[in-house]
């Protein structure tokens, strides 16, 4: 469900990239990227499990020594306020464009990070029992929406499923994909119980599903849309729900946003608790509240300059590819090839316990 | 320390709850906003005519007996050089601001979709707060008649229209195409479209035909009772009655297509469409008087020519679209690329579709309309 709220995002834009690059046969680069990533939360969840009830920051230290683990601790406290920052811009603007075009931006920034900053507070385990409700929301609305596009959309949008022409694009596609998938790092921040043990699997799962899940919006989107009309709107999906016909409901975007605003601030809330968590095990001897205090003034001040730089997308995009690389995949998998030399190591010396 | 707690707790509540106040500029009460329900255009004299119904939310309200106090929609109109000045000049008009997410239909005269079609419908792309998913049709009727036709009944005419086509759509008669729709074709490399054309029979609001749009422009006009086998490619569910002569007398029958399979095949640089479509049809009434003694034969005989009657109004929907407007308004396109995308990629498909070739085959499955019997051939 964590997962789920992150998505929440992507969806949004996720039909116009997709289409510009890959067109029709999108679907095969999203599940390529999703069997990746899941790949890569098996190893994390993996890691996790070596190490039942300790998050990344603790285990790392065991793995790597303490000044690594700071490096390591600073590189995702950057990365989790990079993309806080971007995921905060995102909502500002879908805020500002479809509820509240005259309401100052830092007004929203104000309270949108004063809100999330005290959730953040409250804690990781609390933050997970809300999105359980909240994810299973968002989930059966956008697949219910996505299920009625489908029916009322032309299927010659979507067809062929495949064009030998549109191959090339896929590397370029598979980096574009980087960006949907950004959250999974947030899985180091939440402590695995010995009971975990199917976790790995689950989560291959899961990412397979969300995988599913964006190839469902996508391919509803085009179908309703039209493959020009995708590339051309850049928040395609919501102008797709827009055209939608539902029965009673005649503004359908405002029912989705309704949903898809709740997520979008579950999803800001679980960055928010990220970087808090990560900043907490960096200066522990500073109280939380003081943490998110400072935290929510860093987060609001470069929001605000964030605000000012015009092409914030294209900026971000630009690197993020290579910053999920690294947190996601290149990270955590030199930690488990270093924890699992380690440990055969001190099996060969005899004197080494279970968990390295 | 305690105490400088509460205070700075305070102090943040304040200012939260100020901050909050800021979004009451947003708060719009949808009575403060004009709801526009229908849009008309249309060029005269070389200007662009811009013609709005609104509905009048405060006609059943109103005590005044004014003029206009009674009707529940009211046009407002402005013109200019352009679509920005018609629109800027129609600004200064407007008591509160425009609502447009309620517009049923977009209506435009033949003479301004010649000009403005593809500008105008791109404007309707980039605001979001227009309704996309409502339809656009063309007339050739003047815009204030269409108004007035509607309005002395107290009835919208976007609503209307609306309507009527809907109902056409759920008959089987005719189709529906949201503007999103017409914008994605518009957007295409290859652009072939018919747009409903509305106009007035009688004082009423009915469909006239269809205008042919090839690449951006109006190129031509498909009257309603010459499109049939037009709609056989067009609609999902087209259902239609024929008269069929046998012996001598003249059967009505109702024809329903079941199935459709446009099948393309693409050698040596020559491309053909092998149509299939399957018709059930029900024998409804003769204008004799029974007995009509209809047996086995009879059957097999009016079904052959039926199928006949058919297949010619599908060779000619095709011969008119390939030879009289030279467009593929009835996507052929999509229905080669689908099968043949790398090779379409590359086409001129204004001139490949002109040459294409079709062979075309029908099946009729003819019974008696369920619930009667025509076979009997005794009178008592």
């Not at chain 1, 930690?335 to 699992?340: D, E």
């Not at chain 2, 062979?359 to 019997?373: A, C, F, H, R, Y």
Request: aromatic share 12%.
């Amino acid at each position: 469900m964590i997962f789920l709220t992150l998505t929440t995002y992507s969806t949004i834009d996720l039909p116009k990239i997709m289409a510009q690059t890959a067109g029709r046969s999108s679907w095969i680069p999203i599940m390529a990227a999703s069997v990746i990533f899941g790949g890569a939360v098996v190893i994390i969840t993996k890691l996790n499990n070596m190490y039942p009830g300790k998050v990344l920051f603790d285990y790392s230290q065991e793995i790597t020594g303490r000044f690594i683990t700071y490096l390591i601790a600073i590189f995702y406290l950057l990365f989790f306020l990079l993309i806080g920052v971007y995921l905060k811009l995102k909502l500002v603007g879908l805020l500002k464009s479809n509820f509240l075009p005259q309401t100052p931006q830092f007004i929203m920034l104000l309270m949108g990070i004063s809100l999330f900053g005290y959730v953040a507070y409250k804690g990781i385990t609390n933050i997970a029992r809300m999105f359980e409700i909240i994810g299973i929301l968002f989930l059966i609305v956008t697949v219910g929406l996505c299920v009625i596009m489908l029916y009322e959309g032309m299927i010659y949008n979507i067809l062929p499923f495949f064009n030998i022409t549109e191959t090339k694009e896929y590397m370029h596609t598979m980096k574009d994909l980087a960006t949907p998938f950004t959250g999974l790092a947030v899985l180091f921040i939440i402590p695995f119980t010995a009971q975990n043990k199917k976790a790995p699997k689950v989560v291959f799962f899961t990412l397979l599903f969300i995988g599913l899940f964006y190839v469902l919006i996508v391919e509803s989107t085009i179908m309703i849309l039209g493959i020009n009309n995708t590339i051309v709107f850049n928040d395609s999906f919501i102008e797709a729900i827009k055209t939608v016909n539902v029965p009673v409901i005649e503004r359908t975007d405002i029912f989705y946003l309704t949903f898809g605003l709740t997520s979008l601030f579950a999803g800001m809330i679980i960055m928010f608790a990220a970087i808090v968590e990560v900043a907490y095990r960096l200066i522990p001897k500073v109280k939380h509240h003081i943490i998110v205090i400072i935290i929510g003034i860093v987060f609001f001040i470069l929001c605000l300059f964030a605000l000012k730089i015009n092409n914030m997308r294209d900026v971000f995009e630009s690197f993020a590819p290579y910053l999920v690389l690294i947190s996601s995949i290149l990270i955590p998998m030199l930690l488990l090839i270093i924890a699992q030399a380690k440990k055969r190591i001190s099996q060969k010396a005899g004197g080494g316990d279970s968990n390295g | 320390m305690v105490k400088h707690r509460k205070l700075f707790s305070v102090f943040a509540i304040i200012i939260l709850l100020t901050a909050l106040l800021t979004g009451c500029g947003d708060s719009v009460d949808i009575n403060e906003k004009l709801i526009v329900t229908t849009i008309v255009f249309d060029v005269k004299d070389r200007e662009v005519w811009y013609y709005l119904e609104i509905a009048n939310i405060e006609a059943g309200e109103s005590k005044d007996v004014g003029e206009g106090a009674g009707n529940k929609y009211i046009v407002y109109k402005a013109h200019g050089k352009t679509l920005t000045e018609a629109r800027d000049n129609l600004d200064t008009q407007l008591d509160k601001p425009l609502y447009l997410s309620g517009v049923r239909v977009l209506v435009f005269t033949e003479s301004f979709a010649k000009e403005y079609l593809v500008e105008y419908l791109y404007r309707v792309r980039v605001d979001e707060s227009q309704r996309k998913k409502g339809l656009t049709v063309i007339t050739k009727e003047d815009p204030e008649e269409l108004y007035k036709s509607t309005h002395e009944r107290n009835i919208s005419a976007g609503f209307m229209i609306e309507g009527t086509i809907e109902t056409l759509d759920e008959s089987g008669k005719s189709f529906m195409r949201t503007t999103m729709r017409l914008l994605e074709n518009l957007s295409s490399n290859y652009t072939g479209i018919l747009i409903p054309c509305i106009g007035l029979q009688d004082k009423e609001i009915s469909l006239r035909g269809y205008s042919v749009v090839s690449g951006s422009t109006i190129t031509g006009f498909l009257p309603v009772e010459e499109s049939v086998g037009t709609m056989f490619f067009k609609t999902d569910k087209p259902k239609f009655h024929f008269i069929v002569p046998y012996n001598d007398m003249n059967l009505t029958i109702e024809v329903l297509l079941t199935k459709r399979k446009i099948t393309p095949s693409y050698e040596d640089g020559k491309i053909n469409y092998d149509i299939k479509m399957e018709f059930r049809a029900e024998l409804m009434y003769g204008d004799k008087k029974t007995p009509y003694n209809f047996d086995d034969t009879a059957t097999r005989e009016v079904s052959e020519t039926l199928t006949a009657m058919l297949k010619q109004q599908v060779s000619d929907a095709i011969d008119r679209a390939q030879k009289e407007f030279e467009c593929d308004y009835l996507q052929f396109d999509d229905i080669f690329r689908i099968k043949f995308p790398v090779e379409f990629q590359d086409m001129d498909w204004q001139k490949e579709f002109i040459n294409a070739n079709a062979n075309i085959d029908v099946k009729v499955d003819l019974s008696t309309k369920w619930g009667m019997d025509y076979g009997a051939n005794k009178v008592k």
